[in-house]
């Protein structure tokens, strides 16, 4: 099967995410079930308590790869966007999009930098061994934290967004 470029540019936004989608859940089904299925029960050499998967590392690359472009993606959209508003007006439709997202990008910063100051670095046992790395203990614990507020946030915000047209009514 020959993809063509031409054929790749007429499909809308949509469609193409939506192949990007069906094919990143295809290719996690399938690393999940290589992982799952094919030598699974392998035991681990210096201690046969525990099991060393066969692809371990298959698995990890996978979604080291799939951070890296999550990050990558994240940063072309935001200094895509940046570029796009500082182009246009800072009013669209009287809302302030320009200080809506600076407004946003300090309060995401300020966040990160409060929960990894105020992360623990107390050490974790992990199989069996003492892990006591200061810094990537604080990092866990910030992205671990930032994500537990930030989806407290959201479900704050949809919920108020849910009852706007209680709102509505009673006034």
């Keep these: 099967m020959k993809i063509r470029i031409s054929k790749i540019r007429d499909l809308s936004t949509e469609k193409?995410?939506?192949?990007?989608?069906?094919?990143?859940?295809?290719?996690?089904?399938?690393?999940?079930?290589?992982f799952f299925l094919v030598g699974y029960d392998l035991p681990y050499i210096?201690?046969?308590?525990?099991?060393?998967?066969?692809?371990?590392?298959?698995?990890?690359?996978?979604m080291v790869v799939l951070v890296i472009a999550a990050i990558a993606v994240a940063i072309f959209a935001v200094v895509r966007a940046v570029r796009k508003s500082g182009r246009s007006e800072s009013v669209v439709n009287n809302i302030p999009v320009k200080k809506i997202t600076v407004t946003v990008l300090i309060l995401l910063v300020v966040l990160l930098l409060g929960t990894f100051l105020l992360g623990s670095s107390q050490s974790l046992l992990i199989?069996?061994?003492?892990?006591?790395?200061?810094?990537?203990?604080?990092?866990?614990?910030?992205?671990?934290?930032?994500?537990?507020?930030l989806i407290v946030v959201?479900?704050?915000?949809v919920i108020y967004g849910a009852?706007?047209?209680?709102?509505?009514?009673?006034?």
């Design 127 to 149: 199989n069996g061994k003492d892990f006591t790395d200061t810094l990537w203990l604080k990092v866990a614990d910030m992205f671990v934290n930032t994500s537990l507020i």
């Design 46 to 62: 210096d201690d046969p308590s525990f099991n060393a998967p066969l692809l371990t590392d298959v698995l990890l690359g996978f």
């Design 154 to 157: 959201a479900a704050v915000a």
């Design 163 to 171: 009852t706007r047209y209680y709102r509505k009514a009673e006034k």
């Design 16 to 34: 193409i995410s939506q192949r990007v989608l069906y094919g990143l859940i295809g290719l996690t089904v399938l690393i999940f079930a290589l």
